[in-house]
């Protein structure tokens, strides 16, 4: 049902658009991906029409090649995290080969992998940082958003820390992202994090970790990286 309700509101004009945006291309991080072209907007008023849905359905939703019904699936789940957290919780980590692209990732982790585990150990996630697989260490770093919003960042800096040297530029700005959300909150702590990694900070991460600093703090980290 679900899926037959994605396929009505498709566009095809949008979905060469979304092919591209999502690198699906043969050797780019979303090859193989297939795109409706439904705006996630529109994904979100079906998922809230299917919040009933049982787990087998999300299941086949998850399995399914076609992007808007894994992220609708997942919408769902965020949803349901709210009454089943540990269900939806062990749901989720057992589908985390299906959560492969980055708007997968950031819009479901935050919500259910940060909140299921901020009061509970955490090593989960600093497994998931050293993960060979892409999105899995996108998901241990912007997990973490949730524990930001909390103004928790001692696992959001560790975690950044460990993932400098990795080589993938999705990687390189949900640091960044992470990073400049801290910033929002605490300058001083993301400057004096800044100050001790600018020689190891990928520049990609730097640029976004700075977009906040007033323009003096910016060129300040920029000059010192043209300097290397």
């Given amino acids: 049902?679900?899926?037959?309700d994605l396929k009505k509101i498709k566009n095809s004009e949008n979905a060469k658009i979304l092919c591209r945006f999502f690198k699906t291309g043969k050797g780019e991080y979303g090859e193989g991906d297939i795109f409706l072209?439904?705006?996630?907007?529109?994904?979100?008023i079906i998922a809230k029409e299917n919040l009933e849905a049982s787990f087998g359905e999300l299941q086949e939703l998850l399995n399914n090649k076609i992007h808007e019904c894994r992220l609708t699936a997942l919408l769902i789940l965020v949803e349901k995290f709210k009454k089943e957290d540990e269900k939806v919780f062990k749901f989720y980590l057992k589908?985390?080969?299906?959560?492969?692209?980055?708007?997968?990732?950031?819009?479901?982790?935050?919500k259910i992998i940060g909140k299921y585990?901020?009061?509970?150990?955490?090593d989960l996630l600093y497994k998931l940082t050293i993960s060979d697989n892409l999105w899995e260490k996108r998901i241990a770093i912007v997990s973490t958003y949730y524990?930001?919003?909390?103004n928790d960042f001692e696992d959001t800096l560790k975690i950044s820390k460990m993932l400098l040297g990795d080589k993938h530029d999705l990687i390189h700005k949900a640091v960044g992202w992470m990073l400049r959300e801290i910033g929002k909150r605490d300058e001083k702590i993301l400057i004096e994090f800044l100050k001790k990694e600018y020689y190891n900070i990928p520049r990609t991460a730097l640029r976004y970790a700075i977009e906040r600093l007033e323009e003096s703090k910016r060129k300040y980290f920029l000059n010192r990286k043209n300097e290397r």
């Avoid at 049902?1 to 037959?4: G, W």
């Avoid at 589908?95 to 935050?110: A, E, G, Q, T, Y």
């Avoid at 585990?117 to 955490?122: A, C, T």
């Fill in 37 to 44: 072209g439904i705006k996630v907007p529109d994904q979100r």
């Fill in 117 to 122: 585990l901020f009061d509970k150990d955490r």
């Fill in 1 to 4: 049902m679900i899926e037959a």
């Fill in 95 to 110: 589908n985390l080969k299906n959560i492969n692209n980055w708007d997968l990732v950031d819009l479901s982790c935050p």
């Fill in 147 to 150: 524990f930001i919003k909390e």
